[in-house]
């Protein structure tokens, strides 16, 4: 999909401002309402806007723990792959998994009740055959910075 300059611009404020009136946002990229309306649809349809959601603070609700896990699998096949992959979307509290080039194979973010529940979690998934081979396991003791809008120009390169 090609995007120009005003669809860079809905993107960039939808990401910091998901629930901006389309009024407030027609305003904020220099467009009439419908137009605007058009362009944030065509992107939705596109599947560059996935979804829109609240960033909540759970350190607020309830005690938990937010663990990383890097996981080496037993085998290195496509099939191997695709098990693991299915299995790891069916875990609620795995909350992201990516796949990586290098030396693992999986990065797991998992949030649990505490870390009796997290390695209850592992047994799991260990006993569950899903190929996982190994896994190291990260404990967040505080967050940084997380939940980011995406650098637009950076990977643009030239500023959008």
């Known amino acids: 999909m090609k995007l120009d300059s005003r669809d860079l611009d809905i993107l960039r404020v939808l990401a910091t401002e998901g629930r901006i009136t389309k009024a407030d946002l027609a305003e904020r990229v220099g467009l009439s309402p419908t137009p605007c309306w058009n362009r944030m649809k065509r992107l939705e349809q596109g599947g560059l806007i996935e979804g829109y959601g609240a960033r909540i603070n759970l350190k607020k609700i309830a ?52 870390i009796d529940a997290y390695q209850r979690l592992i047994d799991d998934m260990l006993d569950a055959r899903i190929g996982l081979a ?27």
């Open 63 to 114: 005690p938990h723990v937010t663990v990383f896990v890097a996981v080496e699998l037993a085998d290195h096949t496509a099939a191997s792959f695709r098990v693991f992959e299915d299995a790891a979307g069916r875990y609620d509290e795995v909350i992201a998994c990516w796949a990586l080039g290098g030396g693992f194979d999986y990065l797991m973010q998992i949030v649990t009740r505490d």
């Open 134 to 160: 190994r896994y190291f396991t990260y404990i967040v003791t505080k967050p940084v910075k997380g939940g980011g809008a995406p650098p637009f120009d950076v990977v643009l390169g030239d500023g959008g």
